[in-house]
């Protein structure tokens, strides 16, 4: 299986309502993108778009 990682691509916005930004890699490919109010929401948000997706090795998303 494939582990994915997480990285914060970006942060903006007023501090009392900042976005962040963030990326699922699944090996070396970009398996999905997301943002929300908090680093942990923008994780699930970019791993919710990569399960959405199929990911982005061959679909190698496993809900384990």
Known sequence: ?????????????PAHATTFIATVLLGMAVGGLGSGHCTLGAAQAAARAAWVSGGGVGGAVSAA
């Not at 994915?4 to 970006?10: K, N, Q, T």
Request: glycine share 24%; proline share 8%.
């Open 1 to 13: 299986g494939v582990t994915p990682r997480f990285r914060f691509v970006a942060a903006g916005g």
